[in-house]
């Protein structure tokens, strides 16, 4: 490693060099899922131990951010500014190898990546992110995403959604499909729908969009009502489980929803569907039956297999919300509690934080915050401490909350990709 | 527009501020009943023991 490439991981993170190779070892650390938690996670480690050997095996030569993809979907943003490259994750010497990982052998503690070769570990940090669970809606099947994009994982099919929403007529109705928890960005459909509603009243004003949501209850959702009360009257129509909102099936042919006792046609369709842990974590055996990865709360290592930590989305961390803003604390914390079990020291029970803003408007912003104490047995939130944004704030609250989120925005990745 | 950067508005930078500013800072927060900014709801959650800790590694981490 360079001493340049030393330094930068230094200022990017904040984290001084604790451990040297007396204490870690020449340990393998492998890490699978180049988002917010694994860069985070490999970019820490490498941080924490200069000489560990830290790999981070990623498919995407260019990472495309979910958080304010909401906002190109709103047409007030543009897709490019999403993408981030793993250079800056190299310079920190990280070893950043572009390709998928097809199978993990817990107990051979091998990697195999998708054109043969392996990597072998001794601790494999998971953060693969989250797969649609084909099958769980009807008639939402692979084929289905190109008339009804879901647009969960930012890219082309953000791209997609957003092209349809210029190309349809003003006077269409744009549906949206919601799934029970829990899913990537418990608050991200309302802050799409602010978004979408936002741009019909703006470009399309006789448009209309309707929400179909399989819960009666959502993050944020008091300040999402008053902002649609406030600013969509005419563009936005919620309806939870409680009002029929609850999709059984959808028919991409036709662009229908179906709910209990309703068909709802569509002239542009986004179905945001139930979701699982990535497929790897299926084929490393660390996820449970519900689709997710159980892990320790203090070291994210899977309970069901030894030596594979998972964080992220993937990772069953309630009640720390699926966010970008946790897998980044969690990959932090990760190599932390990583280069202290390598080094033979206790791992620590830690207090992370969460904040997640949504933007309702163009220039308006709402936050929720939540603290979370970490040890024993379980993820506890804090009880007095948290909670959203102001009701019936004056318009400078929201505008000062969107401008933090545009800072928060910039901070996290280039803490994240450097 | 997502490229809205009032400085008054946004989140200031913390570089460079020592312990002590950031502990008095951090302490006042937590203290105010009333506050509801993120960093209110935020430092809530910790003990001033740990907000000392924060301090501490944020003043000393980051040269």
Redesign the interface.
Known sequence: MTRRGLIAG??AT???PLFSEAQTGSARIVVIGGGFGGATAARTMKALAPRLSVTLVEPRETYVACP?SN?VIGG??EIMDQGFRYTGVAATGVEVIRARANAVDPTTQIVTLEGGETLSYDRLILSPGVDIRWGALAGYGRTAIRRMPHAWKAGAQTVLLRQQLREMEDGGTVVMSVPPAPYRCPPGPYERASLIANYLKREKPRSKLVVLDAKDGFSKKPLFLEAWSERYPDHLEWRGASDDGRVSRVDPETLTFETDFDTVQADVANVIPPQKASQIADRAGVTDATGWCPVDPVTFESTRQPNIHVIGDAAIMAPMPKSAFAANAQGKVCAIQVARLLAGQAPQPT?L?N?CYS?VG??AAV?V?G??RLGGTAISE?S????I??LAAAP?IR??????A???FG?ITSETFG | MAGLDRSADAIPSIEGLDAGTLKASLVAYRADDVGDTVMHRIARGYTEAELDLIADYLAGGER
Do not use: I, K
Request: charged share 10%; no cysteine.
């Open positions: 230094l200022s904040g984290v001084l304010f906002l007030m943003r207090v934080a904040t933007y163009a220039e936050s915050v603290v979370y804090v007095d401490a948290g909670g944004s102001p400078a505008q000062a909350e969107a401008a933090q545009n800072h928060w901070a």
